[in-house]
C-alpha cells in the first residue's frame, strides 16, 4: 500500500498520545485523591511524577515534527498530526494543573463547607476521560457532548467562588491571615479543575475537527 | 465555486453546516474579490472515442496562481491546452463548451489565434529554447510579431529598434529572474545554460511578448529542487502581474505557490475547485481527501 509507512508513523502517534494521557489522567487523579484525603506522600508522588509527562509530551512533539518533515500530511492525515500536537499541549497542562492541586494538597487541607472540590474535581476528571475516549475517531456527539458539560462545569465552579467569597464575609472571626489564605488556596484550587474542564474541551474539539474537518467548537 | 460533483461522503450536523456555510461564505468573499479572468462552461474534449474533459465548468481569477492536479490521465494537461487552443493541433480532439477571456469567447472562429496565443502564453515541461542565443531567444517573439524591428532593412526605414529590444531582452530576463545569471553571455547559444536556466530563460520568452495569462506545464517537474525553488518564487511573483495556470503532479509544489486548486480525477472529471488551504486541509469530497492523502491513485 503506498502510505503503509505514513499510517505506521500515524498510528504510532495515536498511541504516544493515548500514553500522554494516561499519565496527565493518573496525574489528576491522584492529585484529586491526595486533595481529599490530605495525603502528602501521594502528592508528593504526583509533583515528582510531572517530569515523566513532559519527557512524554516532547515524545509526541517530536513524532509530529516528524511526521510534518517526513510525510508532508495533507487533508485528514494533516488535521490528525495538528491535533495531536494540540491535545499534547493540553495534556501537559492539565498535568501541570495536577500539579498545582498536589502542590496545594502540601500545603495542608483546607476544606470550605460550601466547596465540594472532589464532586468537582471528578467531574473535570469524567470530562477529560470521555473527551479522551473519542480520539482519535471524534465521534460529533459525544465531542458536542463534552462541550455542553463544561458549560455546567464553569457554573458550578463559579458558583463555588461565590460561595467562599460569601463564607470569607459572613465568618467574620478568626485569624484573617489563615483564613484569606485558605481561601486562596481553595479559589485556586477550583480555578485549576475549571481550567481541566477547558483543556477537555479541547481535547474534544480538536479530536473532531481532526477526525470531521468540523472547527465548531474551536472557534 | 465549481462543483461538478454532489457527492457528500461526511456528515455534518447543523451547528457544523452553519460552521462550513461561514467558512465558504468567507472563501466567496475571496473570490468575488479577484476578477474573473477565464471563465470556462461545460468544456467537454473528445480524444476520437475518448472523452477527455466532462462538462467541466470554473472561473479563474486574475491575478492568481491556479493549480491543477490530479492522476495521470485525468485531463489536467488537456484542460490546460483548451485555455489557448492549443488542443486545436491534434485532428482527433473535439472540443463542446465555452472558454471566455474577458469575457470574449476564444472558441469563436473568428478568434484570432496568433493574438489568442499572444495574450496567453504557455511554458512547457521540458524547456525548449530555439537554438539561438539567450537574447534571440528573447526577441524572436516580438519580432515575429512585429513589435520590434532591427537591422538593416529597419535603418533603411528609418526604424532601428535595437535600444528597445535591449531593454526588452534585460526587463524580461530580470522578471524571469535570470538577468544577474546570463547579463555578461547574451550572444551565447542559449543550449548552454542549466535546465533551470533554460527553463527560465522560455518564461523570458513567453513574458516578452507582453502575455496577460501563463499556462505552465509542469515547469519543474525535470529540474533540480534549488532551480525548483527558484522557478516557484518567480511564479508567486508573476502572480502580482499575471493570471498564471499551473499542471503539476506534486501536490507540495501545488499547496506552497497556488491560490486556489482544481483537482481533477480520473474521466477527466474536476471534482473540486476551491481555495488551496480549503483543499489541502479540510477539502469536501472524500474522493479529493483519498487522493491528496496517497489512499488511491
Known sequence: MARARLDRRLEELHDAVRELA?????????????????DPALAREVVDGDDRVNDQYLAVERLCIDVFALEQPVAGDLRTVA????????????????????????????????VDLASLGARALAMLEDALDTYPEGEAWACHEIADRDTELDAMCAHAGDSVVRELITTGDGDTETLVADASAVLLA??????????????AARTLYAAEGDPELIY | MSETTSETDRTATTTAGESEERIRSEWTEYRTDKRTKIAVENLDVWYGDDHAIKDVSMDI???????????????????????????????????????????TEIYDPNANLVELRKRIGMVFQSPNPFPKSIRENISYGPRKHGDIEKGLLARLFGRDDTEEEAELVERSLRQAALWEEVNDRLDDNALGLSGGQQQRLCIARCLAVDPE?????????????????KIE?????????????????????????????????????????DDTDKIFENPESQRVEDYITGKFG
Request: aromatic share 4%; proline share 3%.
Open chain 1, 190 to 203: 477550583v480555578r485549576d479543575v475549571e481550567r481541566v474542564g477547558d483543556h477537555a474541551v479541547n481535547v
Open chain 2, 213 to 229: 495569462v501563463i499556462l505552465m506545464d509542469e515547469p519543474a517537474s525535470a529540474l533540480d529542487p534549488i532551480a525548483t525553488a
Open chain 2, 61 to 103: 481569477p486574475e491575478n492568481s496562481v491556479t493549480a491543477l492536479i490530479g492522476p495521470s490521465g485525468c485531463g489536467k494537461s488537456t484542460f490546460l491546452r483548451c485555455l489557448n487552443r492549443m488542443n486545436d493541433r491534434i485532428k482527433a480532439a473535439r472540443i463542446e463548451g465555452s472558454v471566455e477571456l474577458d469575457g
Open chain 1, 22 to 38: 494516561t499519565l496527565a489522567l493518573d496525574q489528576l487523579r491522584d492529585a484529586l485523591s491526595a486533595l481529599a484525603d490530605c
Open chain 1, 83 to 114: 491535533a495531536a500536537f494540540k491535545i499534547s499541549t493540553d495534556l501537559e497542562r492539565v498535568a501541570d494543573l495536577a500539579g498545582n492541586l498536589a502542590e496545594r494538597a502540601l500545603d495542608g487541607c483546607t476544606p470550605f463547607a460550601e
Open chain 2, 233 to 273: 518564487d518567480l511564479v508567486e511573483e508573476l502572480a502580482e502581474e499575471y493570471t498564471v495556470v499551473i499542471v503539476t503532479h506534486n501536490m507540495q509544489q501545488a499547496a506552497r505557490i497556488s491560490d486556489q486548486t482544481a483537482v481533477f480525477l480520473t474521466g477527466g472529471e474536476l471534482v473540486e475547485y
